[in-house]
């Protein structure tokens, strides 16, 4: 599973670090977020959104923006930060794509995000699925934009592949953690082959994207070189977001970033030349995520950010 914790998991006593206020968040409100919880609760829709509560939910629903996941919701791996089960999955279910195509039009989504788990027991990685879902949300819904956030598919470059060939506007695939901790935070994955699916993915012709998690006992320094390894890769996207304990079995939170911290590594990202960089506190994987199809668009803000400042 490919997103980070949520907020509303978080157990202060077995972190045994405490919970700062900005790490509070608003309740969910708004006519457009009535109306998608309306039809995820009467046509018993799965969104990623709700089932993990994420703390951004009110806010992506009402712009228009749902996460679905596909491929079950038993994965292959036992990350230490991620609370879906491992275990072996069901057999693939071939009518998914285009369930997932109706849910999204249903829903009247504007952008759409998908994330599955890991199938590492497939030849294909779960690719086939991934491809034919892309394809049936794009023939049904030709007006919403759609971001993948894809697994590693064991950095198998046909796997890859059949995403780049499905064309969605964005894809995304999370690097997690700096590479020292990737063995104990992610366990079945590797930082450098993370680095070269996004590679592979950005020489494809894909907008690309990824997302780091803070908190887990990584320094300023390393983060750093994480992001300059991903400019090398030419990512385009970055999103920046405290790490959040689901459970006491999973890693512990080491400590929580203040906000301060997460505007400076937005700087340092934007210098670096990302095109949009997405850092604080309760950012998710998908959080904004309908901004980060334009090219263009957080660079500017950027900018002209530091235009007015330097104009006080």
């Known amino acids: 599973m490919q997103e980070l914790p949520v907020v509303s998991n978080v157990n202060t006593e077995e ?36 089932s993990g509560n994420c703390p951004n939910m009110g806010e992506c629903w009402g712009a228009g923006t749902a996460t679905f ?59 086939i699925i991934w491809h034919n879902t892309i394809k049936a949300v794009k023939a049904l819904n030709p007006e919403t934009t759609l971001e993948t956030l894809i697994p590693d598919f064991k950095g198998k470059a046909e796997d890859i592949q059949r995403v780049i060939d499905a064309a969605p506007e964005v894809v995304s695939h999370n690097l997690e953690t700096v590479e020292r901790l990737t063995r104990q935070v ?69 400590r929580f970033v203040h906000p301060d911290e997460f505007a400076e590594l937005r700087e340092i990202g934007y210098e670096l030349g990302f095109d949009y960089v997405e850092s604080g506190p309760l950012v998710r994987s998908s959080y904004h995520s309908e901004r980060h199809v334009f090219p263009g668009y957080g660079r500017k803000k950027w900018e002209d950010e530091k235009a007015l400042n330097a104009a006080v």
Not at 28 to 39: A, M
């Open 186 to 254: 992610r366990i079945q994955a590797k930082y450098r082959r993370s680095i070269e699916v996004l590679r592979i993915l950005k020489e494809g012709g894909m907008r690309t994207k990824t997302g780091i998690m803070l908190g887990l006992g990584e320094t300023k320094e390393e983060v750093v070189q994480a992001l300059e390894d991903l400019a090398a890769a030419r990512v385009d996207v970055i999103t920046l977001g405290q790490y959040l304990q689901p459970t006491k079995k999973h890693l512990p939170v080491q």
């Open 69 to 127: 996941m596909i491929l079950g919701n038993v994965c292959t791996r036992s990350c230490g930060f991620c609370a879906v089960a491992t275990g072996r999955p069901e057999s693939v279910d071939w009518d998914e794509p285009q369930r997932v195509a109706e849910a999204i039009n249903l829903m009247k989504v504007k952008h759409a995000v998908i994330t599955s788990v890991d199938r590492d027991e497939l030849k294909d990685g779960g690719s």
């Open 15 to 50: 972190t045994k670090v405490k919970k700062p206020n900005w790490l509070r968040v608003k309740l969910p409100i708004g006519e457009s977020y009535k109306h998608v919880r309306g039809l995820v609760d009467t046509h018993k829709l799965h969104t990623i959104c709700e």
